[in-house]
């Protein structure tokens, strides 16, 4: 096999894209759409008054939502048709393929936590319904679970992760999870709360404060939404 480098693999690029284009019925140039890398993810928009959160400025929900949430996205898409272009390249060395395989692992699990962290915003932080008698189940009462999900959002801050509050399909068990990036999440697990610990999620509003931004974000939970994944989960349990 012909082991190309890096450089010449990139510079392939090109002609694996205008490789890409065939013809329709008409005999005019159309590309060769791939589903699965169509790279055309779009933001969603905040689900809530960026004015009206407790403790969380405007300022701070606007660059993260413009600036971390929307440049996932457009990170997503440019990541996918890298990957039709790549793969299209005879003798792609494995390596090459696989270093898009992890960004386009990554890019998805922040554009995907992102949009759960901004829904599950925007409430009056009063836990009810569905997902409070969960929490009751599992962790006895509301303030036990409250004090370890804090507690794990503090072991993250400083650094970045989620804190990701989920009910596994296949265990049918509800927990805290830990997750130190965009990539980690428990199997069969479906996320109900999400809580970003990156430190674009707080450190215009609170520096280092991390522990003061959980807090604030406590206060803005929106359960309605929690409940309807809550609900959504336990339906579709294996």
């Known amino acids: 096999m012909v082991r190309i480098t890096r450089r010449e693999a990139l510079a392939g690029i090109a002609a694996a894209a205008a490789a890409s284009f065939g013809k329709n019925a008409l005999g005019q140039a159309q590309p060769t759409v791939v589903r699965a890398f169509a790279g055309q993810h779009q933001p969603k928009p905040l689900p809530f008054d ?124 509800l927990h805290n999870y830990w997750a130190a990036d965009h990539a980690h999440n428990a199997p069969f ?6 809580m970003d610990m990156y430190e674009h999620a707080y450190h215009i509003d609170y520096g280092a404060a991390a522990a003061k931004y959980i807090d604030a974000f406590m206060q803005n939970v929106n359960w309605d939404e929690v409940n309807r994944r809550a609900e959504a989960a336990q339906k579709i349990a294996v």
């Open 189 to 194: 697990s479906v996320p109900l709360l999400v």
């Open 50 to 173: 960026a004015t009206k959160l407790v403790g969380i400025s405007e300022k701070l929900i606007r660059s993260h939502h413009e600036n971390n949430y929307t440049g996932a996205v457009k990170a997503l898409n440019v990541v996918e048709q890298h990957l039709v272009e790549l793969g299209s390249i005879k003798d792609m060395p494995a390596y090459l393929y696989g270093d898009l395989k992890r960004e386009e692992l990554i890019r998805t699990g922040s554009v995907v936590l992102h949009e759960k962290y901004f829904a599950n915003l925007g409430g009056n932080g009063k836990a009810d319904g569905t997902a409070l008698k969960l929490i009751e189940l599992w962790f006895r009462d509301y303030g036990a679970w409250e004090a370890e999900f804090k507690r794990t959002g503090n072991a993250l801050g400083g650094g970045s992760g989620w804190v990701i509050l989920a009910y596994n399909l296949h265990t049918r068990e």
